[in-house]
Nanobody, 115 residues
Framework: QVQLVESGGGLVQPGGSLRLSCAAS????????MGWYRQAPGNQRELVAT???????NVADSMKGRFTISRDNAKNTAYLEMNSLKPEDTAVYYC?????????WGQGTQVTVSS
Protein backbone atom coordinates (compact mmCIF):
# COMPACT_ATOMS: atom_id res chain seq x y z
CA GLN A 1 0.00 0.00 0.00
CA VAL A 2 1.29 3.43 -0.95
CA GLN A 3 0.89 6.40 1.32
CA LEU A 4 1.70 9.97 0.35
CA VAL A 5 2.23 12.76 2.85
CA GLU A 6 2.51 16.36 1.66
CA SER A 7 4.09 19.18 3.62
CA GLY A 8 5.32 22.72 3.08
CA GLY A 9 2.12 24.61 2.43
CA GLY A 10 1.19 27.83 4.16
CA LEU A 11 0.53 31.51 3.80
CA VAL A 12 2.86 33.54 1.59
CA GLN A 13 2.77 37.04 0.18
CA PRO A 14 2.46 37.64 -3.57
CA GLY A 15 5.84 37.27 -5.21
CA GLY A 16 7.02 34.88 -2.53
CA SER A 17 8.16 31.28 -2.72
CA LEU A 18 7.26 27.94 -1.19
CA ARG A 19 8.58 24.41 -1.56
CA LEU A 20 6.17 21.54 -1.18
CA SER A 21 7.34 18.03 -0.34
CA CYS A 22 5.64 14.69 -0.88
CA ALA A 23 7.02 11.73 1.03
CA ALA A 24 5.98 8.32 -0.29
CA SER A 25 5.94 4.93 1.36
CA UNK A 26 6.27 1.70 -0.59
CA UNK A 27 8.79 0.25 -2.98
CA UNK A 28 7.49 1.52 -6.33
CA UNK A 29 8.44 5.17 -5.92
CA UNK A 30 11.55 4.98 -8.10
CA UNK A 31 9.64 3.79 -11.17
CA UNK A 32 6.42 5.72 -10.66
CA UNK A 33 5.40 9.01 -12.16
CA MET A 34 4.87 11.64 -9.50
CA GLY A 35 2.61 14.60 -9.97
CA TRP A 36 1.29 17.69 -8.29
CA TYR A 37 -2.28 18.85 -8.80
CA ARG A 38 -4.23 21.69 -7.27
CA GLN A 39 -7.82 22.56 -6.59
CA ALA A 40 -9.15 26.00 -5.77
CA PRO A 41 -12.63 26.48 -4.25
CA GLY A 42 -15.29 26.07 -6.91
CA ASN A 43 -12.80 24.80 -9.47
CA GLN A 44 -11.89 21.38 -10.80
CA ARG A 45 -8.64 19.76 -9.82
CA GLU A 46 -5.97 20.73 -12.34
CA LEU A 47 -2.56 19.40 -13.24
CA VAL A 48 0.41 21.43 -12.03
CA ALA A 49 3.40 19.27 -12.96
CA THR A 50 4.59 15.69 -13.38
CA UNK A 51 7.93 13.93 -13.26
CA UNK A 52 8.60 10.40 -14.49
CA UNK A 53 10.78 7.82 -12.80
CA UNK A 54 13.50 8.72 -15.30
CA UNK A 55 13.28 12.41 -14.47
CA UNK A 56 11.31 13.70 -17.42
CA UNK A 57 9.19 16.68 -16.41
CA ASN A 58 6.07 18.41 -17.58
CA VAL A 59 4.76 21.69 -16.16
CA ALA A 60 1.41 23.30 -16.95
CA ASP A 61 1.78 26.25 -19.31
CA SER A 62 0.47 28.80 -16.83
CA MET A 63 3.13 27.79 -14.32
CA LYS A 64 6.15 27.33 -16.56
CA GLY A 65 9.05 29.47 -15.50
CA ARG A 66 7.67 29.78 -11.96
CA PHE A 67 7.17 26.19 -10.76
CA THR A 68 9.73 23.37 -10.80
CA ILE A 69 9.10 19.72 -10.02
CA SER A 70 11.87 17.42 -8.85
CA ARG A 71 12.37 14.14 -7.03
CA ASP A 72 14.90 12.44 -4.80
CA ASN A 73 14.56 8.70 -5.27
CA ALA A 74 16.91 7.98 -2.38
CA LYS A 75 14.45 9.76 -0.08
CA ASN A 76 11.23 8.59 -1.79
CA THR A 77 10.27 12.26 -1.99
CA ALA A 78 8.98 14.56 -4.69
CA TYR A 79 9.14 18.33 -4.52
CA LEU A 80 7.38 21.32 -6.03
CA GLU A 81 9.32 24.56 -5.94
CA MET A 82 7.00 27.52 -6.44
CA ASN A 83 8.33 31.01 -7.11
CA SER A 84 6.74 34.35 -7.97
CA LEU A 85 3.52 33.19 -6.39
CA LYS A 86 0.28 34.96 -7.31
CA PRO A 87 -3.04 35.14 -5.48
CA GLU A 88 -4.52 32.90 -8.18
CA ASP A 89 -2.12 30.15 -7.10
CA THR A 90 -4.14 29.81 -3.90
CA ALA A 91 -5.44 26.25 -3.71
CA VAL A 92 -5.09 22.90 -2.02
CA TYR A 93 -2.12 21.14 -3.60
CA TYR A 94 -2.23 17.36 -3.91
CA CYS A 95 0.55 14.89 -4.53
CA UNK A 96 -0.13 11.99 -6.90
CA UNK A 97 1.70 8.74 -7.58
CA UNK A 98 0.79 7.06 -10.85
CA UNK A 99 1.89 3.53 -11.68
CA UNK A 100 0.22 1.47 -14.36
CA UNK A 101 -3.50 1.52 -13.64
CA UNK A 102 -3.08 2.72 -10.07
CA UNK A 103 -3.28 6.24 -8.73
CA UNK A 104 -2.58 7.26 -5.17
CA TRP A 105 -3.26 10.66 -3.61
CA GLY A 106 -2.06 12.55 -0.60
CA GLN A 107 -4.34 14.42 1.74
CA GLY A 108 -3.44 17.81 0.29
CA THR A 109 -1.71 20.87 1.65
CA GLN A 110 -3.16 24.39 1.59
CA VAL A 111 -1.27 27.16 -0.17
CA THR A 112 -2.60 30.67 0.34
CA VAL A 113 -1.08 33.63 -1.49
CA SER A 114 -2.25 36.87 0.05
CA SER A 115 -0.95 40.15 1.36
Amino acid sequence: QVQLVESGGGLVQPGGSLRLSCAASGSIFNVATMGWYRQAPGNQRELVATITGGGGTNVADSMKGRFTISRDNAKNTAYLEMNSLKPEDTAVYYCNLHMGYADYWGQGTQVTVSS
